[in-house]
């Protein structure tokens, strides 16, 4: 459906950024410029890989060989994870693939935006007074949760014991997670009431901080939630969103800094998308 320099972006690669991004926003269906917005990330991914492979980023085999381990590990037994494999039309093949295109891109964005990207303090103190409206909050919790298709009830049901057990619940997250946050542990930072669908928001507000929650089924599939911390409304003192602050901003320049690198690349690259099936993607 998307080609780029050759490289062809799967229907099931686009279809499960879409689902990510319909959890991000809160909806069932994707408006038209939303889901053009998905084809351009994917995109960016695709030619910023390219470039990383051309500059021989490295990828640990160790890391990659822990984070397949730690997928084996959340099943009773060899067979189930095949079995789990065949049903997502995945072979070990394919999830070590996968695991690697992803150390290998966040290496890559680390090594040539993060590395020399730094917000001073004095930076964070004038942006900190400039904006006091910005750090006036309602009761806010923070909280991680990992995700699961409507049809992987059953795997969200194991690793949900596995969880009560006392597993480390951020490596469960990047293993098995299908929403973005997965990749930070399945963190979703603070957030107050309305930013969430209802189920979600519900739970979460109802829990005591380090609880794990049982299964919560949203429009988008199976949440398991553990609450990290809670805050009550008013305005932050400086010291208590300094750190937070600093990687809000630092995250925003590194973003800046991709969007114009990626459109050089964009200019220099062969990009084929067939519209005719990408519009069926389009709500009617």
Do not use: W
């Amino acid at each position: 459906m998307i080609k780029v320099n050759g490289y062809e972006i799967s229907e099931k690669e686009f279809d499960m950024a879409c689902a990510e991004k319909k959890f991000i926003f809160k909806k069932k269906f994707l408006e038209k410029n939303e889901i053009e917005e998905t084809v351009n990330v994917l995109v960016d991914a695709a030619l910023m890989l390219e470039v990383a492979k051309k500059e021989n980023i490295e990828v640990d085999p160790v890391e990659t060989e822990k984070t397949i381990s730690r997928m084996k590990k959340s099943f009773k037994s060899e067979d189930d994870f095949r079995q789990a494999l065949s049903k997502t039309g995945d072979t070990e093949e394919t999830i070590k693939e996968r695991v690697e295109r992803n150390l290998k891109l966040r290496n890559f964005v680390r090594k040539k935006f993060f590395d020399d990207t730094h917000v001073s303090d004095d930076d964070i103190k004038k942006y900190y007074e400039q904006y006091p409206e910005r750090f006036n909050q309602g009761e806010e919790v923070r909280a991680s949760h990992i995700l699961f298709g409507e049809a992987d009830k059953d795997i969200a049901l194991e690793i949900h014991e596995l969880l009560l057990n006392g597993e480390d619940f951020s490596e469960h997250a990047k293993t098995h997670s299908q929403c973005p946050s997965g990749q930070n542990g399945g963190d979703l930072g603070f957030f107050d009431r309305g930013k969430m669908v209802p189920e979600f928001e519900q739970a979460a507000f109802e829990m005591e901080t380090g609880e794990i929650s049982d299964l919560v089924q949203t429009q988008f599939g199976y949440h398991i939630i553990k609450l990290t911390d809670k805050r009550s409304g008013g305005k932050f003192e400086l010291d208590e969103i300094k750190e937070q602050l600093r990687q809000s901003m630092e995250n925003s320049i590194v973003n800046h800094k991709i969007k114009k690198y990626t459109d050089k690349l964009r200019k220099e690259a062969e990009i084929v998308i067939d519209t005719d099936k990408l519009s069926k993607k389009f709500p009617a």
